[in-house]
């Protein structure tokens, strides 16, 4: 039977492309798109090893992230499931100036140890309208886009909870 081989290539041949990886600055960078419009979809940072069970990991997260310099908000916890999600805003610089990067941190703790995954990562286009409302763009891996210092700013953020996790 041929046939099913050959719809077997037909079907590859038409699928979507598969994420991609790539590193940044220690972080392992899934990215999806066509080589010349690739955008950033997560980041994953490394897995910590720390004392203490799931749930005693996220409260510690917490804590460190109601300090009012952690440049960013915790949108939801589950705390016995070792999750922990908040949202990052802040700024960057780059040759056009300075810029707004956003994105989600979630923190995966398991027994022992815990990492963070960056993702839904973005930056400001143009200023809030009159509304408040912004305009966030994926982070597009071209030469001229920002993408670096902004993923940059958003690791920034995790590496201070990170070195909170650890006082």
């Not at 300090?67 to 056009?96: M, N, W």
């Not at 839904?120 to 993408?147: C, H, K, T, Y």
Request: charged content about 20%.
């Amino acid at each position: 039977m041929a046939y099913p081989h050959g719809i077997l290539l037909v079907l590859l041949a038409t699928a979507p492309a598969l994420a991609d990886d790539a590193q940044f600055l220690g972080h392992a960078i899934e990215t999806d798109g066509a080589a010349d419009a690739r955008q950033v979809l997560r980041a994953k940072g490394t897995r910590y090893a720390i004392p203490g069970m799931p749930a005693q990991i996220v409260r510690k997260a917490q804590v460190c992230l109601a300090r009012p310099d952690s440049q960013a908000g915790i949108v939801s916890v589950d705390a016995e499931g070792g999750r922990l999600v908040a949202i990052s805003r802040v700024e960057f610089r780059d040759a056009a100036g300075i810029g707004l990067a956003k994105g989600r941190l979630a923190l995966e703790a398991g027994d022992g140890a815990f990492q963070v995954v960056l993702g839904n990562l973005g930056i400001r286009q143009g200023a809030a309208d009159a509304n408040g409302d912004e305009v966030f763009q994926p982070l597009a891996m071209r030469p001229d886009s920002g993408w670096e210092p902004a993923l940059a700013a958003l690791i920034g953020v995790e590496q201070a909870l990170v070195d909170c996790m650890f006082l």
